[in-house]
Every structure is written in structure tokens, then in C-alpha cells.
């Protein structure tokens, strides 16, 4: 059971180049979230999908756009890298039918430096 | 505003040394409060969720309580392997199921 996966764990980029962090679940959740992790700010919420075929901003989506391509799969993509975008991202799931009001639960994290 | 916020942001403590870790929060209603583990280099991993004032949750040397406006995680007699970063998130009533966390308590545990 491998819970939420995250593609790829390290990336190195140069500014202006685009790229795209995949994320999958098998936990059979409907919301799936992106978050960005930079130290002393804590976790910050940058894409949001409540379920399939819907998507909603977060805290700090300028730069970023999400695909949510099924119940699945959820990705978020860079289209033009800044080095303001050097982070570590975390993809989250929770929720189902049955109850909304659950925790999340992440993924082990894409590390990315932008040069 | 929806505001989550934790004390202290750094603690030491000597193994076996019983101390609570705050979170704070301000909601305009609370559909669940919950308290994660990071270790570095890794994802938050869920430990407790709380989701009504008085309710409390333990596991091992691990200890939730939950009030209308605040958390505390109480960690008795700690170990070395304690060590790591504690997130507390809270779930408010919205239209939406956006989770607020707060930026952490980093727990080192001296042998």
C-alpha cells in the first residue's frame, strides 16, 4: 500500500525552464492538495482540487498550475521557473464520501532548486 | 481571520523530561484539529486528530487534549527518538476543506 506518491523526490532546474511534479494516491481520497514548505513559514497551501475536475487556489498559486487528472492524480506545474520557486513541495490527500472531516496525508516530498 | 499558532518554535529537553507542546487557534468554527510528525526530510505523518473541546487522544508517550481554543501536545518522560518537527493543523466550517497549519515546534531530546 504505498499512499500517496510523489514524482520525482530531487530536481534541479534553471530558471525559465518549465517542469511538472506528479502525484498519485491509492487511499481512494476525493481532495488533493499541493503544498509548498520554506523554512520559518511553515507548510503554505498553493493548489487545492475537492475532487475530480475541480481545482481551486490556495495561499500562493502565482506560478503554478494544477491538472487534476483523475480521482488519482493530482500535478502541479512550474511553467516558467523563478528561483523564488526553490522549495519543497508536498502533495496531500483526505477525505471520503463517508467523512470529509479527516487528516491529511502526504507524501515524502519533490525537493527543487531553481539556479 | 483563520489563524493557527504554535509554542514554542524550538524546545530542548533532556531524555525523560516531561514538557507540552501549545497550538493555538482562532476559527470561526472547527470541524477538526490535528497534530502531525515531521522527521527531516520526510512528510508530515499523522498522529492525533481532536474534534470537539475535552476530547483527548494518547499513543505510547504521547498525549492530545483539545480546548475551544487551544491544543496541547504532552510528551512524557521523551525519548531521543521524539526528536522531530510537530505540526498542528486545524479544519475550519467553510465552504471549502482547507486545512491551516502552523508553522511547527522543532523537539530535539538529549540523551
Known amino acids: 500500500n504505498a499512499g500517496v506518491t510523489q514524482t520525482p523526490k530531487f530536481q534541479v532546474l534553471k530558471t525559465g525552464q518549465s517542469m511538472t511534479l506528479q502525484c498519485a494516491q491509492d487511499m481512494n481520497h476525493n481532495s488533493m492538495y499541493w503544498y509548498r514548505q520554506d523554512p520559518g513559514m511553515g507548510l503554505r497551501l498553493i493548489y487545492y482540487?475537492?475532487?475530480?475536475?475541480?481545482?481551486d487556489k490556495g495561499e500562493v498559486p502565482n506560478g503554478y498550475n494544477v491538472s487534476r487528472l483523475n480521482k488519482r492524480e493530482f500535478s502541479l506545474r512550474l511553467e516558467s521557473a523563478a528561483p523564488s520557486q526553490t522549495s519543497v513541495y508536498f502533495c496531500?490527500?483526505?477525505?471520503?464520501?463517508?467523512?470529509?472531516?479527516?487528516?491529511?496525508?502526504f507524501g515524502d516530498g519533490t525537493r527543487l532548486s531553481i539556479l | 481571520e483563520d489563524q493557527v499558532t504554535q509554542s514554542p518554535e524550538a524546545l530542548r529537553l533532556q531524555e525523560g523530561e516531561s514538557s507540552s507542546l501549545n497550538c493555538s487557534y482562532t476559527?470561526?468554527?472547527?470541524?477538526?484539529l490535528f497534530w502531525y510528525r515531521q522527521d527531516p526530510g520526510k512528510g508530515p505523518e499523522f498522529l492525533f486528530t481532536?474534534?470537539?473541546a475535552g476530547e483527548e487522544k494518547e499513543k505510547e508517550r504521547l498525549k492530545a487534549t483539545l480546548t475551544k481554543k487551544e491544543s496541547f501536545l504532552h510528551i512524557t518522560a521523551p525519548k531521543p527518538e521524539d526528536s522531530a518537527t510537530y505540526l498542528c493543523?486545524?479544519?475550519?466550517?467553510?465552504?471549502?476543506?482547507?486545512?491551516?497549519f502552523g508553522t511547527g515546534t522543532r523537539l530535539k531530546v538529549l540523551a
Open positions: 482540487s475537492a475532487s475530480e475536475g475541480t481545482t
Open positions: 493543523a486545524v479544519l475550519p466550517y467553510s465552504g471549502t476543506y482547507k486545512y491551516i
Open positions: 496531500a490527500t483526505s477525505g471520503t464520501e463517508v467523512n470529509r472531516n479527516q487528516p491529511q496525508h
Open positions: 481532536l474534534y470537539s
Open positions: 476559527v470561526s468554527g472547527l470541524r477538526g
